[in-house]
T-cell receptor, first 116, second 111 residues
Framework: GAVVSQHPSRVICKSGTSVKIECRSLDFQATTMFWYRQFPKQSLMLMAT?????????EQGVEKDKFLINHASLTLSTLTVTSAHPEDSSFYICSALRDRGSNEQFFGPGTRLTVL | SQKIEQNSEALNIQEGKTATLTCNYT??????LQWYRQDPGRGPVFLLL?????KEKRKERLKVTFDTTLKQSLFHITASQPADSATYLC??????????FGQGTELSVKP
């Protein structure tokens, strides 16, 4: 199989704090991972593409200094929401590409972030 | 501008009937289209992929069609079951391997 995990599954934090979310490919190596955000009843919106060993590519309108992405190994990418505010409360989902030639993405279970 | 649209209204059907969900897109020429299932509070789960040169694809009770002239894909679940209740998302492949998702259609199958 191709399993992707995320940690934590839920996090509640105070406004102004930073939160780190981990995305791991458990049984395969992923050179490319993607980070999405999903608001209630809305679609998944791509935030950034994370490539192992290089800088992430951010989508238009996503602040790279606010959403720090690190893809330090072939099985781990992290998303850090810095100085979180209530409007950052959302469902954050990562996905990973298992094979370079394939475009099938395997998704993690998501992380629910609530900023008070 | 590029758009992907799915039925925004929830679809309610009776168990045993066929559910049909629609995905329309504009200003894209995707090489392929994917369908995912998403349960509340969970990440999407891949169901089917259909390529631009394929008209139809089947997997067990699932069937997907892809009409590049109409710029539309239809997703069918035959002999639907309450366990099929979920939100179904279509997604197109954009440049750089990025997936662009529709907003999803919520399906509710009543026993």
């Amino acid at each position: 199989g191709a399993v992707v995990s995320q940690h934590p599954s839920r996090v509640i934090c105070k406004s102004g704090t930073s939160v780190k979310i981990e995305c791991r490919s458990l049984d395969f190596q992923a050179t490319t991972m993607f980070w999405y955000r999903q608001f209630p009843k809305q679609s998944l919106m791509l935030m950034a593409t994370s490539n192992e060993g290089s800088k992430a590519t951010y989508e238009q309108g996503v602040e790279k200094d606010k959403f720090l992405i690190n893809h330090a190994s072939l099985t781990l990418s992290t998303l850090t929401v810095t100085s979180a505010h209530p409007e950052d409360s959302s469902f954050y989902i990562c996905s990973a590409l298992r094979d370079r030639g394939s475009n099938e993405q395997f998704f993690g279970p998501g992380t629910r972030l609530t900023v008070l | 501008s590029q758009k992907i649209e799915q039925n925004s209204e929830a679809l309610n059907i009776q168990e045993g009937k066929t559910a049909t969900l629609t995905c329309n897109y504009t200003n894209y020429s995707p090489a392929y289209l994917q369908w995912y299932r998403q349960d509340p509070g969970r990440g999407p789960v891949f169901l089917l992929l259909i390529r631009e040169n394929e008209k139809e694809k089947r997997k067990e009770r699932l069937k997907v069609t892809f009409d590049t002239t109409l710029k539309q894909s239809l997703f069918h679940i035959t002999a639907s079951q309450p366990a099929d209740s979920a939100t179904y998302l279509c997604a197109l492949l954009a440049r750089g391997g990025k997936l662009i998702f529709g907003q999803g259609t919520e399906l509710s199958v009543k026993p």
